[in-house]
């Protein structure tokens, strides 16, 4: 008896929240900050009617759902989400705020693994009256939220309706509103000016389309900027919300930046949009925005928002720095994905040339990282397919890739200058008496599958893909396909192998890209690089 109780004691003492995993930690720490908020916790189960997705769509991040039959014949889905869930059921009475909180498994299909994932989620909703009171303790929990995770955080904020304020005032046609956005969320400043031009917009248009770029970084500095930009009532009316919401995260103590170029799913969010980052960690951990559309669809006149935060990724946090990533000089280091091979030693020469170089030659050695931790600066020399995956995973923080192959991975990483450098183009090539014939598919072979399907799909021309890895043009030689598509340079290949250009469909150069939270907690050493980059690029070409 008495050695039980001893041994229970033991026990108890044991156990403290610092022994538990991250993620885990990170529940209680939340539950208790939205219980003291007021919020009641929202439990569900794990299936949902399918008909809610169908009707849905636009609101998910992928179409794809596990469904099944139930023992009555219903078609049911393993929930891909659990906002949809809690505006459909919550049913506020008018003029009532309700606050719930979760904690739930969604799945989604992750597109590295090609297969469903188990996400853990915590999130909180607040619908029905929801007005700046409301919108204010939801960013404030947001914020407070990651200030519960133990690392360095950030929260950037930007507000819908400034962006679609400025579509309107420029006239944007509706159906060129969503490549637009793909392409601020990219930040891809090049490739959005000449989508703008495409748009119908003149240069002033497209001007103050890139100009919203520029408009990210402390609260004071950017309002300031916003506000002096605005346009139109909608514009005005979204600064004013986010000059009110500044002040009180001021209170917040944490990083809280603007950023108005953060664009939510277009037909979902209506207003605020916010995202949070957590040093260490990859990918945005916190995701979150106004929904009132949605919201109306189920109770007419309510409101909505709420965030989620993605607990799953918090693993990463208890996994140790590795030793080359570590680093003894406390300078801020920014780490290179740098391409073997030609345009590498291309850029390394540029940005040598700018005060980045190492004194270590790597083409004199196999070694695959050299650094100068003197200039704050590490490049890792990785195969050029594989540039784009280190900086989505946050390896390193910014590479230089083609875009043919930047495309073809769809990385989520921004792309923040077209370097102009390694020109060529994507194109479809055939024999030279090649003819196209309707009643079958194309035979296709290519390096390339996902560049090529999206292009015969925006032509509506059904194919049979053959992925090759090299040597492409012997395809239609042997009789293996009918065309081909792949990158075209000189045009020496193709000439020499009897083939030609039957359509061009895609300019392609190296770009810049870099990791997402990256740019979030090196933002001062990316800009310096980037800044002094842009300037021997331009005198380069001159
Ligand atoms: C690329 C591309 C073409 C060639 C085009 O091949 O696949 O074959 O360059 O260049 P050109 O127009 O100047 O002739 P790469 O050298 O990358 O080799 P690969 O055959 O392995 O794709």
């Known amino acids: ?60 991040s992928s179409e794809q759902v596990i469904t099944f039959t139930d023992l009555d014949g219903r078609l049911l889905a393993l929930k891909p989400d659990v906002t949809l869930s809690i505006a459909k059921t919550a049913q506020p009475a008018p003029g009532e705020t309700l606050r719930y909180y979760y904690h739930e498994n969604v799945y989604r299909p992750s597109a590295e693994s090609h297969t469903f994932q188990e ?108 506000e002096s930009a605005c346009r139109n009532d909608r514009m005005r009316a979204a600064a ?22 953060l664009a939510g799913e277009m037909e979902y969010y209506n207003g605020l949009v916010f995202q949070g980052y957590l040093q260490g960690l990859p990918r945005p951990l916190l995701k979150g925005g106004r929904y009132d559309l949605l919201m109306q669809k189920f109770t007419p006149g309510a409101g909505a928002i709420g965030f989620a935060v993605y607990l799953d990724e918090l693993d990463r946090l208890s996994a140790p720095t590795p030793p080359v990533q570590r680093n003894s000089t406390g300078r801020v280091m920014l780490n290179v994905a740098l391409p073997k091979g ?36 590490r490049y890792f020399l990785v195969k050029p397919s594989d540039v784009a995956i280190y900086v989505e995973h946050g390896a390193a923080d910014v590479g230089i890739v083609g875009k043919d192959i930047l495309t073809e991975a769809s990385a989520d990483v921004y792309e923040l200058l077209d370097t102009g450098l390694g020109r060529c183009r994507m194109c479809v090539a055939a024999p030279a008496d090649y003819k196209d014939d309707p009643s079958r598919p194309v035979r296709v072979a290519t390096k390339f599958v996902n560049i090529a399907k999206s292009y015969y799909a925006s032509i509506g021309r059904d194919i049979d893909i053959i992925k090759l890895n090299g040597s492409i043009e012997l395809a239609p030689i042997l009789g293996l ?10 045009g020496t290949t193709l000439r020499e192998n009897g083939l030609r250009v039957v359509t061009e469909f895609m300019p392609i150069s190296a770009r810049f890209i870099a990791n997402k939270a990256s740019y979030q907690f090196k933002h001062n050493e990316m800009d310096a690089m980037l800044e002094a980059l842009r300037k021997t690029l331009q005198e380069e070409t001159k």
């Open 119 to 226: 996400i853990s989620q915590m999130g909180l909703e607040m619908l029905g009256a929801v007005g700046e009171a409301q919108v204010q303790q939801a960013v404030r929990l947001a914020a407070q939220s990651l200030a519960q995770l133990g690392a360095a955080w950030v929260l950037e904020v930007s507000h819908m309706g400034y962006l679609f304020g400025l579509f309107d005032a420029l006239g944007v046609p509706e159906n060129a509103r969503p490549g637009l956005l793909e392409k601020l969320r990219e930040k891809n400043a090049h490739e959005l000016r000449r989508a703008a031009q495409v748009a119908g917009l003149d240069a002033a248009g497209a001007d103050a389309l890139t100009g919203l770029l520029e408009l990210s970084g402390s609260c004071e500095e950017t309002l300031a900027k916003a």
């Open 342 to 377: 030609r345009l590498g030693d291309r850029m390394y020469d540029l940005l040598a040339r700018i005060g980045y170089g190492c004194t270590e030659d790597y083409n004199a050695t196999r070694k695959l990282v050299v650094e100068n931790s003197a200039a704050g600066i």
């Open 481 to 490: 396909s009918d065309v081909i598509v792949d990158i075209v340079e000189t």
């Open 240 to 261: 004013a919300e986010l000059r009110a919401l500044a002040k009180t995260l001021e209170a917040s103590g944490g990083a809280v930046r603007l950023d108005l170029s």
């Open 1 to 60: 008896m008495g050695n039980t109780q001893r041994g229970n004691e033991e026990i108890e003492m044991e156990f403290s929240l610092d022994s538990l995993q991250p993620k885990e930690r990170a529940s209680f720490a939340l539950r208790a900050l939205y219980e003291a908020a007021g919020c009641r916790k929202y439990h569900m189960g794990r299936f949902e009617e399918y008909g809610l997705y169908q009707e849905n769509r636009s609101f998910l």
